[in-house]
């Protein structure tokens, strides 16, 4: 639950996943491309951090303790749909986990592992999505 500041397009990311590692991986690899970084490590802690801040793009790992992706998934189309643009889901669950997630609701999905340059153009790529959406 920490936050990488960096001065650049104003872009925000909030990473929701559970391992540590790729939390710490994804404010290096975001924070230097300039996004302002927060992690989450379940959806019920995300849920928070949307409570009180504006993000460009939601990185979402599906399968997570406590509140998973899914449920995540579930309360941001109730309570903000408009948020689900944002999310770009990643995720090492079986194809059949994967093959149950309406794709067309979320920005994109990204299988783990990962690259990590592809990694960072969607990130690019959803915020400069949304800012356009919101103008």
Not at 26 to 35: S, V
Not at 47 to 55: A, E, K, T
Not at 77 to 91: K, N, Q
């Amino acid at each position: 639950m920490s936050r990488v500041d960096s001065p650049s397009r104003g872009w925000s990311v909030l990473v929701v996943d559970d391992d540590p590692a790729l939390q710490s991986l994804f404010q290096t690899l975001l924070g230097k491309d300039g996004f302002v970084v927060d992690c989450a490590p379940n959806g019920r802690v995300a849920v928070d951090f949307l409570l009180r801040n504006s993000y460009s793009v939601i990185f979402l790992d599906l399968m997570m303790p406590d509140v998973s992706g899914f449920e995540f998934l579930e309360r941001l189309e109730r309570d903000s749909p408009g948020m689900l643009r944002r999310v770009i889901v990643m995720t090492a669950a079986a194809q059949r986990v994967v093959d149950s997630l309406d794709e067309s609701r979320v920005w994109s999905v990204i299988r783990k592992p990962f690259d990590i340059d592809h990694l960072v153009q969607s990130a690019r790529e959803c915020a400069a999505g949304a800012a356009v959406a919101l103008r």
